[in-house]
Protein backbone atom coordinates (compact mmCIF):
# COMPACT_ATOMS: atom_id res chain seq x y z
CA UNK A 1 0.00 0.00 0.00
CA UNK A 2 1.36 3.39 -0.95
CA UNK A 3 1.55 5.95 1.76
CA UNK A 4 0.66 9.09 0.01
CA UNK A 5 3.45 12.07 1.42
CA UNK A 6 1.22 14.68 3.66
CA UNK A 7 1.46 18.32 2.23
CA UNK A 8 3.91 21.13 3.55
CA UNK A 9 2.34 22.61 6.04
CA UNK A 10 2.79 26.46 4.17
CA UNK A 11 0.98 24.52 1.58
CA UNK A 12 -1.67 23.55 3.43
CA UNK A 13 -2.44 27.46 5.06
CA UNK A 14 -2.46 27.89 0.97
CA UNK A 15 -5.13 26.00 0.30
CA UNK A 16 -6.95 26.68 3.55
CA UNK A 17 -6.61 30.63 2.67
CA UNK A 18 -7.62 29.43 -1.31
CA UNK A 19 -10.81 27.37 -0.15
CA UNK A 20 -12.17 30.62 2.45
CA UNK A 21 -11.66 33.09 -0.17
CA UNK A 22 -13.41 30.60 -2.74
CA UNK A 23 -16.07 30.08 -0.61
CA UNK A 24 -16.41 33.79 0.27
CA UNK A 25 -16.28 34.97 -3.49
CA UNK A 26 -18.93 32.27 -4.35
CA UNK A 27 -21.25 33.90 -1.91
CA UNK A 28 -20.82 37.08 -2.69
CA UNK A 29 -21.34 36.30 -5.95
CA UNK A 30 -24.53 34.87 -5.63
CA UNK A 31 -25.62 37.53 -3.47
CA UNK A 32 -25.00 40.23 -5.37
CA UNK A 33 -26.32 37.89 -8.55
CA UNK A 34 -29.72 37.61 -6.87
CA UNK A 35 -29.88 41.15 -5.54
CA UNK A 36 -28.84 42.17 -9.64
CA UNK A 37 -31.19 40.23 -11.11
CA UNK A 38 -34.32 40.81 -8.78
CA UNK A 39 -33.45 44.61 -9.44
CA UNK A 40 -33.26 44.08 -13.13
CA UNK A 41 -35.80 42.44 -13.43
CA UNK A 42 -38.44 44.55 -11.48
CA UNK A 43 -36.90 47.29 -14.02
CA UNK A 44 -38.04 45.69 -16.89
CA UNK A 45 -41.19 44.84 -15.72
CA UNK A 46 -41.88 48.42 -14.26
CA UNK A 47 -40.71 49.67 -17.48
CA UNK A 48 -42.93 46.82 -19.87
CA UNK A 49 -46.23 48.01 -17.67
CA UNK A 50 -45.49 51.56 -18.10
CA UNK A 51 -44.93 51.51 -21.81
CA UNK A 52 -47.98 48.70 -22.42
CA UNK A 53 -50.71 50.80 -20.31
CA UNK A 54 -49.52 53.82 -22.20
CA UNK A 55 -50.09 51.96 -25.59
CA UNK A 56 -53.36 50.74 -24.34
CA UNK A 57 -54.12 54.35 -23.41
CA UNK A 58 -53.11 55.21 -27.23
CA UNK A 59 -55.22 52.51 -28.25
CA UNK A 60 -58.41 53.21 -26.39
CA UNK A 61 -58.28 56.90 -27.87
CA UNK A 62 -58.31 55.19 -31.38
CA UNK A 63 -60.83 53.45 -30.58
CA UNK A 64 -63.03 56.74 -30.24
CA UNK A 65 -61.64 58.17 -33.59
CA UNK A 66 -61.98 55.49 -35.52
CA UNK A 67 -58.06 54.90 -36.11
CA UNK A 68 -57.65 51.97 -34.62
CA UNK A 69 -56.35 49.48 -37.60
CA UNK A 70 -53.44 52.75 -38.14
CA UNK A 71 -52.71 53.33 -34.65
CA UNK A 72 -52.26 49.74 -33.87
CA UNK A 73 -50.00 48.98 -36.47
CA UNK A 74 -48.11 52.06 -35.98
CA UNK A 75 -46.96 51.07 -32.13
CA UNK A 76 -43.78 51.41 -31.38
CA UNK A 77 -42.93 48.02 -30.08
CA UNK A 78 -40.04 47.03 -28.91
CA UNK A 79 -37.75 45.06 -31.34
CA UNK A 80 -38.11 41.32 -30.74
CA UNK A 81 -41.49 41.97 -28.89
CA UNK A 82 -44.90 41.69 -30.67
CA UNK A 83 -48.63 42.60 -29.27
CA UNK A 84 -51.89 41.77 -29.70
CA UNK A 85 -55.31 43.00 -29.05
CA UNK A 86 -58.17 41.04 -29.01
CA UNK A 87 -61.45 42.07 -29.95
CA UNK A 88 -63.62 40.13 -32.28
CA UNK A 89 -64.01 42.89 -35.49
CA UNK A 90 -60.25 43.08 -35.02
CA UNK A 91 -59.28 39.51 -36.13
CA UNK A 92 -57.24 40.46 -39.38
CA UNK A 93 -54.88 42.53 -37.32
CA UNK A 94 -53.81 39.39 -35.26
CA UNK A 95 -49.63 38.87 -36.09
CA UNK A 96 -49.51 36.71 -33.37
CA UNK A 97 -51.86 34.26 -32.20
CA UNK A 98 -53.60 34.95 -28.67
CA UNK A 99 -52.28 31.54 -27.16
CA UNK A 100 -48.77 32.88 -27.49
CA UNK A 101 -49.68 34.37 -23.88
CA UNK A 102 -49.81 32.44 -21.14
CA UNK A 103 -53.70 31.27 -20.45
CA UNK A 104 -53.63 32.16 -16.55
CA UNK A 105 -52.87 36.02 -18.06
CA UNK A 106 -55.64 36.11 -20.67
CA UNK A 107 -58.18 35.04 -17.89
CA UNK A 108 -56.94 37.71 -15.80
CA UNK A 109 -57.75 40.29 -18.79
CA UNK A 110 -61.15 38.68 -19.72
CA UNK A 111 -62.61 38.83 -16.21
CA UNK A 112 -61.72 42.81 -16.77
CA UNK A 113 -58.37 43.09 -15.00
CA UNK A 114 -54.65 43.60 -15.99
CA UNK A 115 -51.87 41.79 -15.24
CA UNK A 116 -48.27 40.36 -15.79
CA UNK A 117 -46.63 37.35 -15.98
CA UNK A 118 -43.22 35.85 -17.72
CA UNK A 119 -43.27 33.69 -20.16
CA UNK A 120 -41.69 31.65 -22.63
CA UNK A 121 -42.68 31.35 -26.19
CA UNK A 122 -41.16 29.79 -29.25
CA UNK A 123 -37.43 29.19 -26.96
CA UNK A 124 -37.61 32.99 -25.99
CA UNK A 125 -38.24 34.39 -22.57
CA UNK A 126 -40.61 37.23 -22.44
CA UNK A 127 -42.77 39.34 -19.84
CA UNK A 128 -46.02 39.43 -21.04
CA UNK A 129 -48.32 42.75 -20.19
CA UNK A 130 -52.20 42.10 -20.14
CA UNK A 131 -54.38 45.13 -20.27
CA UNK A 132 -58.38 45.52 -20.58
CA UNK A 133 -59.52 47.83 -22.08
CA UNK A 134 -62.84 48.84 -20.42
CA UNK A 135 -64.20 51.33 -22.74
CA UNK A 136 -64.45 49.27 -26.21
CA UNK A 137 -64.17 45.49 -23.77
CA UNK A 138 -61.21 44.58 -25.21
CA UNK A 139 -57.65 43.23 -24.19
CA UNK A 140 -54.51 44.53 -25.26
CA UNK A 141 -51.35 42.35 -24.61
CA UNK A 142 -47.85 42.96 -25.46
CA UNK A 143 -44.78 40.96 -25.16
CA UNK A 144 -41.53 42.57 -23.89
CA UNK A 145 -38.29 40.29 -24.51
CA UNK A 146 -35.89 39.25 -21.73
CA UNK A 147 -32.97 38.63 -23.82
CA UNK A 148 -30.98 41.68 -23.12
CA UNK A 149 -31.39 41.05 -19.51
CA UNK A 150 -30.65 38.35 -19.65
CA UNK A 151 -27.33 38.77 -21.55
CA UNK A 152 -26.67 41.73 -19.17
CA UNK A 153 -26.99 39.03 -16.02
CA UNK A 154 -25.21 36.96 -17.52
CA UNK A 155 -22.35 39.71 -18.12
CA UNK A 156 -22.43 39.97 -14.51
CA UNK A 157 -22.11 36.23 -13.50
CA UNK A 158 -18.86 35.92 -15.82
CA UNK A 159 -17.69 38.86 -14.35
CA UNK A 160 -18.26 37.70 -10.55
CA UNK A 161 -17.25 34.57 -11.01
CA UNK A 162 -13.92 35.60 -12.59
CA UNK A 163 -13.52 37.87 -9.35
CA UNK A 164 -14.43 34.72 -7.34
CA UNK A 165 -11.28 33.11 -9.55
CA UNK A 166 -9.26 36.00 -8.61
CA UNK A 167 -10.05 36.51 -4.95
CA UNK A 168 -8.93 33.03 -4.75
CA UNK A 169 -5.26 33.18 -6.14
CA UNK A 170 -4.74 36.17 -4.33
CA UNK A 171 -6.24 34.53 -0.93
CA UNK A 172 -3.57 31.57 -2.07
CA UNK A 173 -0.95 34.20 -2.54
CA UNK A 174 -1.73 35.66 0.24
CA UNK A 175 -1.96 32.69 2.58
CA UNK A 176 1.29 31.63 1.48
CA UNK A 177 3.24 34.59 1.70
CA UNK A 178 1.83 34.77 5.50
CA UNK A 179 3.03 31.06 5.89
CA UNK A 180 6.22 31.19 4.34
CA UNK A 181 6.35 34.43 6.85
CA UNK A 182 4.94 32.29 10.31
CA UNK A 183 7.48 29.81 9.03
CA UNK A 184 10.44 31.13 8.99
CA UNK A 185 11.50 31.51 12.51
CA UNK A 186 10.93 27.81 12.18
CA UNK A 187 13.11 27.38 9.68
CA UNK A 188 15.93 29.46 11.57
CA UNK A 189 15.43 26.90 14.69
CA UNK A 190 15.52 24.03 12.25
CA UNK A 191 18.81 25.54 10.56
CA UNK A 192 20.20 26.28 14.14
CA UNK A 193 19.51 22.94 15.38
CA UNK A 194 20.42 20.84 12.41
CA UNK A 195 24.06 22.77 12.89
CA UNK A 196 24.04 22.10 16.39
CA UNK A 197 23.32 18.50 15.66
CA UNK A 198 26.61 18.42 13.10
CA UNK A 199 28.79 19.33 15.88
CA UNK A 200 28.77 23.25 15.96
CA UNK A 201 27.42 23.58 19.48
CA UNK A 202 28.09 26.91 19.60
CA UNK A 203 25.29 28.02 16.70
CA UNK A 204 22.74 30.20 18.41
CA UNK A 205 19.70 31.81 17.07
CA UNK A 206 19.78 35.47 16.47
CA UNK A 207 17.67 37.62 18.92
CA UNK A 208 14.32 39.27 17.70
CA UNK A 209 12.00 41.98 18.69
CA UNK A 210 8.96 39.99 18.11
CA UNK A 211 8.14 39.51 22.08
CA UNK A 212 6.44 35.74 21.62
CA UNK A 213 9.24 34.66 18.87
CA UNK A 214 11.82 36.21 21.55
CA UNK A 215 11.05 33.68 24.21
CA UNK A 216 11.04 30.86 21.94
CA UNK A 217 15.34 32.23 20.99
CA UNK A 218 15.33 32.87 24.61
CA UNK A 219 14.53 28.87 25.47
CA UNK A 220 16.21 27.57 22.84
CA UNK A 221 19.22 29.63 23.18
CA UNK A 222 19.23 27.93 26.90
CA UNK A 223 18.84 24.58 25.86
CA UNK A 224 21.54 24.68 23.15
CA UNK A 225 23.40 26.54 26.28
CA UNK A 226 22.66 23.62 28.48
CA UNK A 227 23.28 20.84 25.98
CA UNK A 228 26.46 22.58 24.84
CA UNK A 229 27.88 22.73 28.66
CA UNK A 230 26.75 19.17 29.50
CA UNK A 231 28.75 17.21 26.33
CA UNK A 232 31.77 19.41 27.31
CA UNK A 233 31.38 18.29 30.93
CA UNK A 234 31.02 14.99 29.98
CA UNK A 235 34.17 15.17 27.01
CA UNK A 236 36.68 16.66 29.43
CA UNK A 237 35.32 14.46 32.38
CA UNK A 238 36.36 11.15 29.80
CA UNK A 239 39.34 12.99 28.45
CA UNK A 240 40.45 13.25 32.57
CA UNK A 241 39.81 10.29 33.30
CA UNK A 242 41.20 8.27 30.10
CA UNK A 243 44.20 9.97 31.24
CA UNK A 244 44.55 9.66 34.72
CA UNK A 245 43.95 6.10 33.58
CA UNK A 246 47.42 5.72 31.58
CA UNK A 247 49.86 6.12 34.74
CA UNK A 248 47.74 3.37 36.73
CA UNK A 249 47.65 0.99 33.43
CA UNK A 250 51.25 1.38 32.35
CA UNK A 251 51.81 0.39 35.48
CA UNK A 252 49.42 -2.74 35.65
CA UNK A 253 50.79 -3.46 32.25
CA UNK A 254 54.54 -3.28 33.37
CA UNK A 255 53.83 -5.71 36.50
CA UNK A 256 52.22 -8.07 34.35
CA UNK A 257 54.59 -8.44 31.29
CA UNK A 258 57.43 -9.06 34.43
CA UNK A 259 55.04 -11.89 35.58
CA UNK A 260 54.19 -12.81 31.98
CA UNK A 261 58.31 -13.52 31.76
CA UNK A 262 58.56 -16.04 34.25
CA UNK A 263 55.45 -17.70 33.25
CA UNK A 264 57.06 -20.68 33.19
CA UNK A 265 56.97 -20.84 37.03
CA UNK A 266 53.85 -20.81 38.23
CA UNK A 267 51.30 -22.79 37.88
CA UNK A 268 49.12 -24.22 35.49
CA UNK A 269 45.89 -22.41 37.08
CA UNK A 270 47.74 -19.39 37.89
CA UNK A 271 48.85 -19.53 34.23
CA UNK A 272 45.19 -19.31 32.98
CA UNK A 273 44.98 -15.96 35.79
CA UNK A 274 47.95 -14.25 34.36
CA UNK A 275 46.43 -15.22 30.02
CA UNK A 276 43.42 -13.74 31.66
CA UNK A 277 45.09 -10.62 33.60
CA UNK A 278 47.31 -9.83 30.50
CA UNK A 279 44.29 -10.01 28.23
CA UNK A 280 42.09 -7.36 29.77
CA UNK A 281 45.09 -5.01 31.00
CA UNK A 282 46.10 -4.87 27.28
CA UNK A 283 42.25 -4.50 26.09
CA UNK A 284 41.56 -1.93 28.88
CA UNK A 285 44.63 0.13 28.13
CA UNK A 286 43.45 -0.08 24.22
CA UNK A 287 40.27 1.46 25.18
CA UNK A 288 41.94 4.09 26.98
CA UNK A 289 44.11 5.22 24.25
CA UNK A 290 41.42 5.00 22.08
CA UNK A 291 39.15 6.98 24.60
CA UNK A 292 41.94 9.62 24.66
CA UNK A 293 41.99 9.71 20.84
CA UNK A 294 38.56 10.49 20.50
CA UNK A 295 38.76 13.77 23.33
CA UNK A 296 41.44 14.76 21.42
CA UNK A 297 39.74 14.73 17.77
CA UNK A 298 36.64 15.87 19.17
CA UNK A 299 38.44 18.92 20.80
CA UNK A 300 40.25 19.74 17.49
CA UNK A 301 43.70 18.97 19.12
CA UNK A 302 44.70 16.37 16.72
CA UNK A 303 46.64 18.47 13.44
CA UNK A 304 46.27 17.21 10.32
CA UNK A 305 48.91 16.74 7.69
CA UNK A 306 47.80 16.32 4.09
CA UNK A 307 50.43 15.30 1.75
CA UNK A 308 51.00 13.22 -1.03
CA UNK A 309 50.93 9.53 -0.45
CA UNK A 310 50.70 6.19 -2.71
CA UNK A 311 47.65 4.51 -1.49
CA UNK A 312 48.31 1.38 -3.31
CA UNK A 313 51.43 0.87 -1.31
CA UNK A 314 50.20 2.48 2.03
CA UNK A 315 47.62 -0.16 2.03
CA UNK A 316 49.70 -2.86 1.25
CA UNK A 317 51.69 -1.88 4.15
CA UNK A 318 48.83 -1.53 6.21
CA UNK A 319 47.19 -5.05 5.90
CA UNK A 320 50.68 -6.36 6.05
CA UNK A 321 50.96 -5.32 9.47
CA UNK A 322 46.95 -6.39 10.67
CA UNK A 323 45.90 -8.74 11.73
CA UNK A 324 44.51 -10.87 8.64
CA UNK A 325 47.34 -10.08 6.33
CA UNK A 326 46.23 -11.91 3.87
CA UNK A 327 43.26 -11.04 2.89
CA UNK A 328 42.92 -9.56 -0.45
CA UNK A 329 43.50 -5.95 -2.06
CA UNK A 330 42.09 -4.77 -4.80
CA UNK A 331 43.16 -1.13 -6.42
CA UNK A 332 41.04 0.14 -9.06
CA UNK A 333 42.71 0.69 -11.99
CA UNK A 334 41.13 4.25 -12.36
CA UNK A 335 42.08 5.04 -8.76
CA UNK A 336 45.01 7.72 -8.36
CA UNK A 337 48.30 5.90 -7.74
CA UNK A 338 49.20 9.34 -5.85
CA UNK A 339 46.84 10.72 -3.74
CA UNK A 340 46.71 14.06 -1.28
CA UNK A 341 45.20 12.87 2.09
CA UNK A 342 46.50 12.35 5.75
CA UNK A 343 48.80 9.31 5.66
CA UNK A 344 48.35 8.81 9.47
CA UNK A 345 44.48 9.06 9.79
CA UNK A 346 43.92 7.11 6.31
CA UNK A 347 45.91 4.17 8.26
CA UNK A 348 43.96 4.47 11.32
CA UNK A 349 40.78 4.38 9.36
CA UNK A 350 42.05 0.87 7.34
CA UNK A 351 43.62 -0.78 9.93
CA UNK A 352 40.08 -0.27 12.41
CA UNK A 353 38.24 -1.45 9.70
CA UNK A 354 40.41 -4.22 9.62
CA UNK A 355 40.42 -5.45 12.85
CA UNK A 356 36.58 -4.52 13.13
CA UNK A 357 36.48 -7.29 10.80
CA UNK A 358 38.56 -9.26 12.60
CA UNK A 359 37.32 -9.14 16.25
CA UNK A 360 33.92 -9.27 15.26
CA UNK A 361 32.79 -10.98 11.88
CA UNK A 362 35.74 -13.86 11.28
CA UNK A 363 37.91 -11.27 9.37
CA UNK A 364 37.84 -9.17 6.10
CA UNK A 365 37.40 -10.87 2.97
CA UNK A 366 38.37 -8.06 0.58
CA UNK A 367 40.03 -4.59 1.34
CA UNK A 368 39.11 -2.41 -2.07
CA UNK A 369 40.39 1.10 -3.23
CA UNK A 370 38.64 3.23 -5.33
CA UNK A 371 37.55 6.13 -6.72
CA UNK A 372 33.97 7.51 -7.67
CA UNK A 373 33.62 9.64 -10.63
CA UNK A 374 33.32 12.80 -8.91
CA UNK A 375 37.23 12.04 -7.76
CA UNK A 376 36.93 11.03 -3.92
CA UNK A 377 38.40 8.07 -2.78
CA UNK A 378 36.42 5.12 -1.38
CA UNK A 379 37.68 2.35 0.70
CA UNK A 380 35.47 -0.84 1.11
CA UNK A 381 35.79 -3.58 3.53
CA UNK A 382 33.91 -6.87 3.07
CA UNK A 383 33.91 -9.37 6.04
CA UNK A 384 32.80 -12.76 6.41
CA UNK A 385 29.97 -12.18 9.35
CA UNK A 386 26.57 -12.09 9.02
CA UNK A 387 26.17 -8.81 8.25
CA UNK A 388 24.97 -5.87 10.39
CA UNK A 389 20.90 -5.06 11.29
CA UNK A 390 19.41 -2.22 9.44
CA UNK A 391 18.57 -1.20 12.95
CA UNK A 392 22.00 -0.82 13.91
CA UNK A 393 23.49 0.94 10.64
CA UNK A 394 22.60 4.16 11.76
CA UNK A 395 24.18 3.88 15.66
CA UNK A 396 26.89 1.00 15.00
CA UNK A 397 29.34 4.41 14.29
CA UNK A 398 28.85 5.44 17.89
CA UNK A 399 31.06 5.54 21.06
CA UNK A 400 30.71 1.39 22.56
CA UNK A 401 28.04 0.54 20.21
CA UNK A 402 28.20 -2.69 18.74
CA UNK A 403 25.85 -4.75 15.90
CA UNK A 404 23.74 -7.76 17.50
CA UNK A 405 25.99 -9.88 16.70
CA UNK A 406 29.08 -8.83 18.43
CA UNK A 407 27.65 -7.86 21.86
CA UNK A 408 29.37 -10.86 23.29
CA UNK A 409 32.63 -10.56 21.56
CA UNK A 410 35.66 -8.71 23.07
CA UNK A 411 36.97 -5.36 22.03
CA UNK A 412 36.51 -1.82 22.73
CA UNK A 413 33.18 -0.51 20.77
CA UNK A 414 35.35 2.32 19.93
CA UNK A 415 37.32 1.44 16.76
CA UNK A 416 34.04 2.51 13.93
CA UNK A 417 33.50 5.41 16.62
CA UNK A 418 37.16 6.77 15.40
CA UNK A 419 36.75 5.67 12.13
CA UNK A 420 33.90 8.23 11.90
CA UNK A 421 35.99 10.69 13.33
CA UNK A 422 38.93 10.25 11.01
CA UNK A 423 36.68 10.02 8.40
CA UNK A 424 34.92 13.46 9.68
CA UNK A 425 38.00 15.17 10.09
CA UNK A 426 39.12 14.53 6.54
CA UNK A 427 35.66 15.88 4.98
CA UNK A 428 34.47 12.26 4.56
CA UNK A 429 31.87 10.11 5.68
CA UNK A 430 31.30 6.21 6.64
CA UNK A 431 28.41 3.75 6.47
CA UNK A 432 27.67 0.11 6.01
CA UNK A 433 25.61 -1.38 3.56
CA UNK A 434 25.60 -5.76 2.66
CA UNK A 435 28.83 -7.16 1.18
CA UNK A 436 27.83 -8.86 -2.15
CA UNK A 437 29.03 -12.83 -0.17
CA UNK A 438 26.96 -11.91 2.32
CA UNK A 439 28.45 -10.37 5.32
CA UNK A 440 28.61 -6.72 6.00
CA UNK A 441 30.81 -3.63 4.07
CA UNK A 442 32.08 -1.29 5.57
CA UNK A 443 32.41 1.54 3.02
CA UNK A 444 34.47 5.22 3.62
CA UNK A 445 34.39 8.07 1.39
CA UNK A 446 37.17 10.95 1.59
CA UNK A 447 36.76 13.81 -0.04
CA UNK A 448 38.12 14.49 -3.61
CA UNK A 449 42.01 13.65 -4.30
CA UNK A 450 44.50 15.48 -6.04
CA UNK A 451 46.48 12.94 -7.89
CA UNK A 452 50.10 14.16 -8.73
CA UNK A 453 50.90 13.04 -12.93
CA UNK A 454 52.57 10.46 -12.81
CA UNK A 455 54.01 9.46 -16.79
CA UNK A 456 53.84 5.44 -16.46
CA UNK A 457 55.37 5.13 -19.69
CA UNK A 458 58.02 7.00 -19.24
CA UNK A 459 61.82 4.58 -19.69
CA UNK A 460 63.71 4.05 -17.39
CA UNK A 461 67.34 5.37 -17.60
CA UNK A 462 70.36 3.35 -16.44
CA UNK A 463 73.35 4.11 -15.96
Do not use: C
Request: proline content about 4%; cysteine-free; aromatic content about 6%.
Amino acid sequence: MIRLRSPRLATRVAAFFGIIGLLSGLGLTTAAYSVARASLVDQRMAGSRATAFDHALELRDAFERGTITETFQGLDIEPGGFAVLTRPSLTFLLQFPVTAFPESLRAVVENGNSGHQRFEYEGENYIGIGVHIEANDSGYFEAFPLNGTERTLAILVTALLVGSALAALLAVFFGFSTSRGLLRPLTRVTTTASTIASGSLDARLEPTDDPELSRLVTAFNNMADAVQSRIEREERFASEVSHELRSPITAMTAAAEVLAARRDELSERSQQALDLLLAQVRRFDAMVIDLLELSRLEAGAVDGHLEEVDIGDLSRRILARSSTPHTRLTVKPETPVIAVTDRVRFERILSNLIENAHVHAGGATEVTIDTQRVGDVVITVDDAGSGVDPDDRGRIFERFTRGGAARHREGTGLGLALVAEHSSALGGWAYVDDAPSGGARFVVVLPKSEPTLVNHDMPTVTS
